[in-house]
């Protein structure tokens, strides 16, 4: 157990001794004793950024169930190191920001921190994971401790619905993910990611490589929120703010881009990664910013605006990967796509943290998050407003913020596209930039409306339920904080650029850097005239265009219906999925015996039919039979009609009596095949079992007795003959079939000489194999005990008097 | 020769017990068929006997046994039935 398997599980001992915090200390709000841990682990992180850079990566193994190949192998290289330091050093900034907008009084604060660090150690879990297993199961913990916090007001309506969506949707993906990594393991023998990524070229023509793809990427697009499955994100709203500000932004919508880029060595060669990465990230970005118009809701914006961003972030990974088919790094434009993916997913951590954190304040300062309700808050708060503009311009894709800066970067990966000759992108091509572009335009229109809808133009008319000023320092010192970061990453991105991102870029692009290629990073604010630019500034112009005149088109958004929105899909897919199933099992599930019989015996009748038949098992062979006599015939005779009458007899009595007949006729039988022990006993037990007939038959209810025949139905007829059929079927084919001479000689050998009795059934029973003999005597004592306690028990009798 | 006669033996038994059955499905009261079942199992009694020397072996002779006991008691308790309406009765000092 090495230091760095400690910072990984660190969280969850701390969670362990919150509620102890809470409960014990009641003057010092929770969040303080919770804040150290983050604090305490983002600069031990910041510690690795060296030797990361120098390096390469540091592996520390702590054996799990080595017999399985799962390890618990920490592996801390540049794309790992920089989500860890994204999960501690927001985690901690949101911890800070919680203790000031949880109130200590009204919220259950040992539940909300304890999900918090689990949320937080199973995130440092997934990215710091060299095993696919372990990188599972704390991908399987952030979803569950996702699911606590959305839920965490479980007394709403809306915050439960919230809290089973995302609940459904993400464990499907992540169950997908986890049948993708079996895949992967029964192709490379090894769950650790390092040696996959080791023999990834020998997978290629491999069956089980695409949909060992497919499967994986299925996992990443659900927990990063990708179109079609982005529905969960603007649903998780319903958690208290800190809670959206960390998961539903910085970290866990995140987890799925980790695992693309964490997989991009493996798969990245294969075409399809490259469509479908690519594909899907763009529509997300385009569909998610252009709903994000629409909301009314600062919290829904900013979810439709995630969606969108990790759109973004999702296709700049699928172009990335372009740059595997191009051996040269030099003016291998393409890796500029890797590059530009992981500076946004920095930039967009640290905006659209700031802007959740505003959300809230404005929530908590005014008590309304609808922006019609919302207006001219400049003057009463400006230091948040400040902070909103530089989040909001930075997302929008303006200097001098950093969003300005990976937004060129973006529409550069785009154009470059153009430029690809490989997957017939020389048709296709064209559509990534101008979806980029598109999806650009809606972005800055949501960014203003976010900003100048609620904090410009007149206050609304109703009053709010609060008198609203500016929030505490400690609520604002977090996203003050982060907008700080915004502009010294805009200003000055190169301070990123050889500590953090190149490592990363060299994590998702392992083929360079082992080449020996070296891989320099240089950001810079102003980089000519370009085609980036000029997109860029046709976006302002054209955005501002758009949102001036947006009431006269807003009601395009009406067009689509609301039946078909992806939204209805889901609960429409839900109610009938339930409806189905019920349905489905109310029609066999009937509750009548009668039609479970018919199930069993027509499932017996299929099997053991087709697997005769499969087996060519069928043998009509008579020639080893022994010859029949005339007693057996007559018998045989009796024991038919017998039978038969027990069908067709109208009167129950006459059934009895004529199972009484079968009874005897049997024991006849026994009597001609030389068995008298089994004659014997068969005469008294048939005897006795027909006298507790006649009892039933004499306790019949009077009301309801009936003398009639049994109704003839013609399902059960041809099933009791198909089972009669196969039973014979089996059992002559059996005994044509008989491998091996019966053991009987050595029991007529050794009955007199080893047991010293001479009725050799019976030295069978009590001798040889007499361990049966007492479990039947078992058999019978609880039978008569079961009889006896159902007659003399009576507890509803006991109940009623 | 013995074979034939015990045959035929056998063959007349069975005749007997058809005729008993018939007095069984059509007796017209309770009384009637229990005396008819009696003497079904009386009959069977003697064919098993016959039987097993046809097979030349003692081993049935305790199903002969075994039977007539099961007719004695069978009679007594179905003719306690027609008689008293119930086979067990309870303990009067109860």
């Known amino acids: ?801 | 020769m013995i074979k034939i006669m015990l045959t035929a033996a056998l063959v007349l038994f069975s005749v007997a017990i058809a005729i008993a059955l018939y007095r069984i499905i059509s007796g017209p009261s309770l009384p009637d068929r229990v005396v008819a079942m009696d003497m079904i199992v009386v009959n069977l009694i003697s064919a098993v006997a016959i039987i097993s020397i046809l097979l030349e072996t003692k081993a049935f002779l305790e199903v002969i046994l075994i039977l007539g006991i099961l007719a004695f008691i069978s009679t007594i308790a179905l003719s306690k039935y027609v008689e008293r309406g119930v086979i067990i009765e309870r303990k009067r000092n109860r």
């Open chain 1, 1 to 801: 157990m090495s230091l760095l398997h400690l910072a990984i599980i660190a969280p969850f001992i701390l969670a362990f001794f919150v509620p102890f915090f809470y409960k014990k200390i009641k003057a010092v709000h929770t969040g303080w004793f919770v804040l150290i841990l983050p604090a305490i682990l983002f600069a031990y992180f910041l510690r690795f950024l060296p030797a990361v850079k120098n390096q390469g990566a540091i592996q520390e193994t702590v054996n799990w169930i080595p017999s399985l190949g799962i390890d618990f192998t920490a592996y801390v290289d540049g794309l790992g190191l920089l989500f860890a330091l994204l999960i501690t050093g927001i985690g901690s900034l949101v911890v800070l920001y919680s203790i000031f907008y949880l109130s200590k009084a009204k919220e259950n604060l040992g539940s909300f921190y304890v999900y918090l660090l689990m949320f937080m150690g199973a995130m440092l879990g997934v990215v710091l994971s060299d095993n696919l297993i372990v990188l599972y199961t704390f991908w399987e913990l952030t979803s569950f401790s996702s699911f606590l916090l959305i839920g965490y007001w479980y007394h709403r309506e809306r915050s439960r619905y919230g809290a089973q969506k995302s609940m459904l949707i993400t464990v499907f993906g992540g169950l997908a993910m986890l049948g993708g990594f079996l895949l992967l393991y029964f192709m490379t023998g090894s769950f650790s990611i390092r040696e996959i990524i080791s023999q990834a070229g020998d997978m290629t023509g491999d069956p089980f490589f695409i949909p060992a793809l497919i499967l994986v990427l299925l996992g990443a697009f659900t927990k990063s929120a990708q179109f079609p499955f982005h529905i969960w994100l603007p649903d998780a709203m319903e958690a208290p703010t800190p809670v959206s500000a960390y998961l539903h932004s910085a970290t866990m919508v995140k987890a799925g881009i980790y695992l693309v880029a964490r997989m991009s060595p493996v798969f990245a060669e294969e075409g399809t990664w490259f469509w479908l990465v690519s594909i899907f990230g763009i529509i997300t970005l385009v569909w998610a910013s252009f709903n994000a118009v629409k909301q009314t809701d600062l919290k829904a914006i900013l979810a439709f605006s995630t969606v969108s961003q990790l759109g973004l972030i999702m296709s700049l990974l699928g172009i990335g990967a372009a740059a595997l088919h191009y051996t040269q790094l030099n003016d291998n434009i393409y890796m500029a796509a890797t590059v530009a993916a992981v500076f946004h997913l920095i930039n967009h951590a640290t905006f659209k943290g700031s802007l959740f954190m505003v959300a809230g304040i404005v929530d908590h300062e005014t008590g309304t998050r609808d922006i019609r309700h919302l207006g001219g808050l400049m003057h009463l708060m400006p230091i948040t407003f400040t902070i909103a503009l530089i989040g909001t311009f930075s997302m929008a894709g303006l200097p001098p913020f950093n969003g300005f800066l990976s937004k060129e970067m973006f529409f550069a990966a785009m154009v470059n596209v153009l430029s690809l000759d490989i997957f017939n992108l020389e048709t296709y091509g064209v559509l990534f930039p101008v979806l980029a572009w598109v999806g650009s335009v809606f972005t800055f229109i949501y960014s203003m409306i976010l900003l100048f809808k609620t904090f410009t133009g007149k206050q609304p008319a109703q009053k709010w339920e609060k008198k609203p000023h500016e929030a505490p320092l400690g609520m604002l010192l977090s996203p003050i904080i982060l907008a700080a970061l915004v502009i010294v990453f805009g200003l000055f991105p190169n301070i990123l650029s050889a500590s953090i991102i190149e490592p990363a870029a060299d994590a998702i692009m392992p083929a360079f850097a082992e080449a020996g290629q070296a891989f320099n990073v240089n950001i810079t604010m102003w980089h000519g005239f370009s085609a980036e630019l000029y997109m860029t500034i046709a976006v302002v112009v054209v955005g501002l265009f758009l949102y001036v005149f947006l009431p006269k088109w807003k009601h395009i958004y009406n067009i689509f219906p609301k039946k078909l929105s992806l939204n209805a899909l889901y609960d429409q897919g839900l109610v009938r999925t339930e409806k189905i199933s019920k349905n489905m099992t109310n029609a066999y599930m009937n509750g009548s015996i009668r039609s479970y019989m018919i199930y069993i015996f027509i499932a017996f009748i299929g099997i053991l039919s087709y697997s005769m038949i499969e087996k060519k098992a069928v043998s009509f062979e008579l020639s080893n039979l022994a010859p029949i006599g005339v007693y057996e015939i007559v018998l045989a005779i009796i024991i038919t009609v017998a039978s038969i009458t027990i069908l067709f007899a109208k009167s129950r009595l006459t059934s009895i009596i004529a199972l009484g007949a079968v009874g005897y006729t049997v024991a006849l039988f026994f009597v001609l095949f030389r068995a008298p022990d089994l004659a014997l006993t068969q005469l008294v037990i048939e005897t006795v079992s027909v006298a507790l007939f006649l009892l039933a038959f004499y306790h019949l209810p009077k009301m309801s007795r009936k003398e009639e025949r049994i109704r003839f139905k013609m399902a059960s007829a041809v099933v009791s003959l198909g089972v009669g059929v196969v039973v014979t079927l089996i059992a002559l084919s059996a005994h044509n079939n008989k491998l091996f001479d019966s053991i009987a000689q050595y029991y007529i050998e050794n009955t007199k000489e080893q047991a010293g009795g001479a009725n050799m059934v019976n030295v069978i029973l009590v001798d040889f194999r007499g361990f049966d003999t007492m479990f039947e005597i078992a058999v019978l004592g609880i039978a008569a005990l079961g009889i006896f306690g159902m007659i003399k028990l009576r507890l509803s009798r006991r109940q009623d008097g």
